[in-house]
């Protein structure tokens, strides 16, 4: 169709408006506050990239996150900054936000709408994490405000996602690094054996590391919660030392808080900060202990005679041992078995059950103002434990449909076994039989039920399943914490191709210790017999199985494949999934002496060129195939001697290239591998020029590469018109072409 120059600018006119009126977007009002420019936000926070958000569903957004102080409150900006939070996004348009841990049943707003479980686009719902589809709920090219509230309202934090062309314009860049301020709160609680200090405070936020001091020295790097012993010190019984804490990050080293500490001797305080005197807790009456609230092996014994300080006593509440105090609402250090934990908002404080393991344990709370300490002693009964090789899990014949997954490996289909008690510090064999039609993954998980945390350090076990094959996996751990409401859960990888897995048998059994010979591993119980194939390369045959990979010889001219009719380069890696015959190339291209004229106008001169194939490949099959490609190359002789005597496709002055397009034909027979080349409408004045010709032959190979082979050609092989009319002058074709031979000697103009 032909448009003329007016419509055609019309039409760019209209496609113009087009773009700028479908550009436009509208977006929720609710997304920014007025009062707030979030483009000067510094958007460094753990991770940025791309994915599929609301307005660029079919092309990835950039995005990055940013930290708004100004709407963030308490030790959850931390938390979600520097510790175990996080948000991010994943599988290209699915952002998760997780709070795992201190902050159970938090609530997640986006763009100021509060993220309900079943609301559209939620793809989890959970006490600890959210996962929302981005195309549903974050806008392109905006900044969307993300917030995470704690339970009882409290503390929040809120996050900035800017994305798309926000994105693009948002600062990366920090402020200069300031050094941090001192700590504060600094403690230090002796243990009962009089021989280590813990060493606690309240961590700063933009610390990296802590240095601690005795008298002013440095002695070492220090963690809060980290612990200083009286004989690494050289400390004296009864002498007072001033320790001290630092903190430090890449700008410097801030000033050293410090507290006078007395060395104990055999009758004196053991914590500093507190009256608790120094006591084996067994030693107290079984009859001031008091039994924890919902709970069966748990007693208590608040010291000091400070039980109207606990208004609220232990009590068992859900996962944790929850106590409230009638001290200042939040405290200055919260220490367990002389290990700080994080202080929480709030005169209160939770012990998880998991860490009140059989014995003794101590709970140390100390006032905002570090004036008053209150102790608690927790007596745990000794569980009644496992006999050696119970087993606790016992299981067989369950059959699993597995679908395939274009995504990749996907956790998605389950086999679990609850409850299961598991008792930290035990041994636990888990043992599966199962089978597979296609190869697939599949990963033993060991979680607290509800809270989805690991009893074992390592996160599970992953185990790989050859198709057709039986396997017994087995897997020895340990139990890193207690639980009654355990799972022993098999994650079955739906990747690749769908599967029927038949599991045999699954089991669990717990020990003391593991018997001799119990490893983890993965044993091959029965395997389908492996395909054979036999490959042939130049008559030397080799047996492969099916999958092997084999690679061709690295010199010549590469590999020619009998079967698929396919050139293969030197060296090439091929998998055998068939019987292979290979025959290396021989291609041999030469060029015939001399060369012709044209006896009509135009005026012209051609030459000719042979290939040919060896190794008993038939000429007629590669050279009439997409394998090999042939032509001329043709330039003068003076440029051809200025540039090395070297004429390649590769050459970097000027030369005609002309392809083949046909064998060469006599009149009685078509010869394959045979074809020629022409330079034609030569100029009168260039007939005594002498012209050079190099035929070739490229080898075109499987993976896109390709090879040339050249004839091999001296400067006997260049000619001119002239000089070829002078030989035709001499020989009986010159009485029937006379009148335009005669024109080529005496260069004369030869009219079309």
């Not at 948000?87 to 309900?116: C, Q, R, S």
């Not at 200042?328 to 994080?342: I, N, R």
């Not at 997954?405 to 199962?434: R, S």
Request: charged share 25%; net charge negative; aromatic share 10%.
């Amino acid at each position: 169709m032909n448009i003329s120059k007016r419509k055609q600018g019309i039409l760019a006119i209209i496609c113009t408006i087009a773009m700028i009126v479908t550009s436009i977007t509208v977006y929720n009002p609710r997304e920014v506050k007025a009062d707030t420019d979030y483009s000067k936000l510094t958007y460094n926070y753990k991770n940025k990239g791309e994915a599929f958000m609301k307005g660029s569903e079919n092309t990835k957004s950039p995005w990055k996150v940013a930290i708004d102080e100004s709407q963030s409150k308490g030790d959850i900006v931390n938390w979600m900054t520097t510790g175990a939070g996080s948000l991010n996004f994943y599988n290209d348009m699915f952002m998760n936000v997780t709070w795992h841990g201190n902050y159970p049943d938090a609530t997640l707003e986006i763009n100021g709408v509060k993220v309900e479980n079943g609301g559209v686009g939620v793809q989890v719902f959970a006490a600890a994490e959210i996962h929302v589809n981005a195309k549903e709920w974050i806008n392109n090219n905006a900044y969307n405000v993300v917030k995470v509230t704690s339970k009882d309202g409290s503390q929040y934090v809120t996050f900035i996602v800017a994305t798309g062309d926000k994105a693009g314009t948002s600062s990366e860049e920090t402020t200069v690094a300031q050094k941090p301020s001192a700590p504060t709160g600094l403690v230090a609680n002796i243990n009962n054996l009089k021989t280590d200090y813990t060493i606690a405070f309240a961590n700063v936020a933009t610390a990296t590391s802590y240095k601690f001091y005795l008298d002013g020295t440095y002695k070492k790097d220090i963690t809060n919660g980290g612990i200083v012993t009286i004989e690494e010190l050289g400390l004296e019984a009864g002498k007072t030392y001033k320790f001290g804490v630092s903190a430090v990050n890449a700008a410097g080293e801030s000033d050293i808080t410090t507290i006078d500490v007395k060395v104990p001797g055999n009758e004196e305080e053991t914590t500093t900060g507190s009256s608790t005197k120094p006591f084996d807790p067994s030693t107290i009456e079984d009859s001031k202990w008091t039994l924890a609230l919902n709970s069966e092996t748990v007693s208590y014994y608040i010291a000091d005679g400070k039980a109207d300080k606990v208004p609220v006593k232990p009590q068992l509440e859900g996962d944790n041992y929850y106590i409230a105090f009638s001290l200042a609402a939040k405290f200055k250090s919260v220490t367990f078995d002389g290990v700080s934990k994080d202080v929480e908002e709030g005169a209160f404080c939770r012990v998880k059950a998991s860490d009140l393991t059989s014995g003794f344990h101590t709970l140390v709370v100390t006032d905002h103002y570090g004036k008053e300490s209150i102790t608690i002693y927790f007596k745990v009964a000794k569980e009644e434990e496992y006999k050696d090789g119970e087993v606790l899990v016992n299981e067989s014949n369950q059959t699993k449909e597995v679908p395939a997954y274009a995504g990749g490996d996907y956790w998605q289909n389950e086999y679990n076994n609850a409850p299961v008690k598991y008792v930290k510090g035990k041994k636990y064999v888990a043992e599966v039989v199962v089978s597979s039609t296609a190869a697939k993954k599949i990963k033993m998980v060991f979680q607290r039920v509800n809270i989805w945390d690991f009893v074992d350090a390592n996160s599970g076990y992953e185990a790989s399943i050859a198709a057709g094959n039986k396997v017994k996996i087995t897997y020895v751990f340990e139990a890193t914490q207690s639980t009654n409401n355990g799972n022993f859960n098999i994650y079955l990888g739906s990747a690749a191709d769908a599967t029927t897995m038949v599991f045999e048998s699954k089991k669990l059994t717990t020990y003391n210790e593991v018997p001799n010979g119990v490893k983890t591993g993965v044993e091959v119980l029965e395997a389908p017999e492996t395909t054979k194939y036999t490959v042939s390369i130049d008559g030397k045959e080799e047996q492969c199985k099916e999958g092997d990979l084999i690679s061709v010889p690295t010199e010549g001219q590469g590999y020619y494949d009998v079967t698929k009719k396919v050139a293969y380069a030197p060296g090439a890696v091929l998998a055998v999934n068939e019987n292979m015959t290979l025959k290396s190339i021989e291609l041999n291209v030469t060029m015939t002496p001399g060369a012709s004229i044209r006896l009509a106008a135009p005026t012209g001169l051609r030459f000719q060129t042979t290939v040919t194939s060896g190794n008993g490949i038939a000429a007629d099959e590669i050279l009439n195939s997409s394998t090999v490609t042939t032509g001329t190359l043709i330039t003068t002789l003076d440029l051809y001697r200025t540039n090395g005597k070297t004429l390649t496709k590769d050459s970097k002055y000027t030369f005609l290239d002309i392809a083949n397009n046909g064998w060469f034909n006599d009149g009685t027979k078509t010869e394959t591998g045979k074809f020629c080349g022409s330079i034609i409408k030569i100029q009168k004045e260039n007939y005594g020029r002498e012209f050079i010709a190099v035929g070739y032959a490229i080898i075109n190979y499987s993976d896109g590469t390709s090879q040339p082979v050249y004839a091999k050609v001296t400067e006997n092989n260049a000619k001119s018109i002239k000089y070829v009319a002078e030989k035709v002058k001499k020989s009986e074709a010159y009485n029937k072409y006379k009148d335009i031979i005669d024109r080529y000697i005496d260069g004369k103009e030869i009219s079309e």
